[in-house]
């Protein structure tokens, strides 16, 4: 249930293309070259600008594997690495020593909380990378030697995800942990952390991707505006939910009357207050705090007599599945084959498809009724679909706003307002098409429309495209 629940449910989940489309246009872009993208290609307010692709290798996986099995294979993709995500999540608690239905629901408290980042984009792969370095972390007393994947693991993630800086982190807390409970060779870990430091530097980019992976979530410029590298809301679901699980995670803490040892309370604080820094931090705590509370619940069945030989005899007696638990898998395998991406509708326009933020229709009308190599300004959510869907053409923004000066996005926000001054934006760009989406720029839409310099080709319920008379 703990790996196959989550699982089924990123089946059932729509792609968004925010990301992942101009992810997959960049790495086919190097499939075909054998080359890195070091400059940017796809806007026309940045052309040219270096850009320190640091995810290179996360685009290069995704478009490979777009190439082998298109949108379907992607959401099969996801699926599978989802539920590796909480197999590793799974055995990171019953590494730390809980019975199997204490490590489940751990785990199925992960996924409730980790629910609203689980989108397919490189942030996914470095989760999964994460999940097995935490295993690894709280299975070093069994299997030490092991310790010594960390490094090669480092390697591949600096190319991966900007959360590749967590390794060390979280190798940091378990050295820490290990001189305080004196446990035997803690200067294992320790090297093992200091290697996994110098192996983050194996990447095109050299020490420049640590300023990068520091870099992004310290931009007041994407901080201002991106949502989710701004702080945690109890209003919204991922902050509601993460605020609750630091909530449960102190009251377990108190109603166990014991004294949690300080580096236990060292972790927990850190990764929480990652969490508290801004929404993305939110899912690293969630794979953190369940094994920590595994670690601690373990230690007091212990303390009660209760030795994990003893546990695991009482599990192998209630071994036998129940009929209604075969009837609830049986049903989960059902909605897994129900939820197949084959058996979904690709567009979006037609229901509740397969993809979601890719505006068919408009892209359709963009490529037949605008020239080739034309400078587009779109919503930015759109943005990297239009960079896959119509390679050809330039837009304003995208997903990558750290390309993006802080002046273009004061000007892609007055237009997207219809700010006093927004012709001359446009003019001044050289913007042949508008493509307006109707919930992002709907202040837009009532100018442009009366405008005699715009003349509107096409329209659906996502949004309405324009051009110059």
Same mark, same amino acid.
């Not at 489940?104 to 999964?128: D, E, K, N």
């Given at each position: ?253 108190? $109603?166990? #009357? ?29 794979? $953190? ?131 006093? #001054? ?48």
């Amino acid at each position: 249930m703990a790996v196959f629940l989550p699982a089924t449910a990123a089946l059932r989940a729509t792609l968004s293309s925010i990301d992942l489309a101009y992810q997959i246009r960049a790495g086919d872009i190097m499939l075909r070259s054998h080359r890195l993208i070091r400059t940017d290609a796809f806007t026309f307010t940045a052309l040219g600008r270096p850009w320190l692709d640091q995810q290179w290798g996360s685009q290069v996986v995704l478009a490979w594997v777009y190439r082998l099995g298109g949108w379907p294979g992607l959401a099969l993709f996801r699926a599978g690495l989802v539920g590796l995500i909480f197999l590793f999540a799974f055995l990171a608690c019953r590494a730390a020593g809980t019975a199997l239905r204490i490590s489940a629901w751990l785990t199925l408290g992960s996924f409730a909380v980790l629910v609203g980042g689980l989108s397919l984009r490189p942030q996914l792969i470095g989760m999964g990378l994460f999940a097995v370095t935490v295993w690894l972390v709280f299975d070093r007393r069994r299997h030490p030697a092991r310790l010594w994947m960390f490094p090669p693991l480092v390697a591949l993630w600096t190319n991966i995800h900007g959360s590749f800086f967590l390794a060390p982190v979280l190798l940091g807390f378990a050295w820490l942990e290990d001189m305080n409970e004196r446990a035997p060779k803690p200067g294992r870990t320790f090297w093992v952390a200091a290697a996994s430091v110098v192996a983050a530097n194996l990447n095109p980019f050299g020490i420049k991707v640590w300023s990068y992976a520091i870099g992004i979530p310290t931009n007041p410029e994407i901080t201002k505006f991106v949502s989710e590298w701004q702080p945690p809301s109890i209003r919204d679901f991922a902050g509601a939910a993460f605020f609750i699980s630091a909530a449960a995670v102190v009251a377990i803490l108190a $109603v166990r #009357g014991r004294r949690t040892p300080w580096p236990s309370l060292l972790s927990l604080g850190a990764f929480f207050a990652i969490g508290l820094f801004a929404v993305r931090g939110i899912f690293w705590w969630a794979m $953190v705090a369940p094994p920590i509370l595994a670690k601690l619940l373990a230690q007091d069945a212990m303390e009660k007599g209760r030795a994990p030989e003893i546990v695991l005899a009482d599990e192998r007696r209630r071994s036998k599945p129940a009929p209604v638990n075969l009837a609830f898998i049986a049903l989960l395998v059902l909605l897994a084959v129900l939820y197949l991406p084959w058996f979904r509708p690709l567009d979006p326009v037609v229901g509740k498809g397969l993809l979601s933020d890719a505006p068919t229709g408009l892209t359709a009308a963009l490529a037949h009724e605008v020239p080739p190599g034309a400078r587009v300004f779109v919503a930015q959510k759109w943005g990297s679909w239009i960079e896959y869907a119509v390679p050809s053409d330039l837009v304003a923004v995208d997903s990558r706003i750290e390309v993006t000066s802080v002046d273009t996005w004061t000007r892609y926000s007055k237009v997207s307002v219809a700010q006093e #001054g927004w012709q001359r934006i446009l003019d001044r760009w050289g913007v042949q098409a508008v493509l307006a989406s109707a919930e992002q720029q709907n202040q837009l839409l009532p100018w442009i429309r009366r405008d005699p310099g715009w003349r509107m080709v096409y329209r659906d319920h996502l949004g309405e495209l324009f051009v110059r008379r």
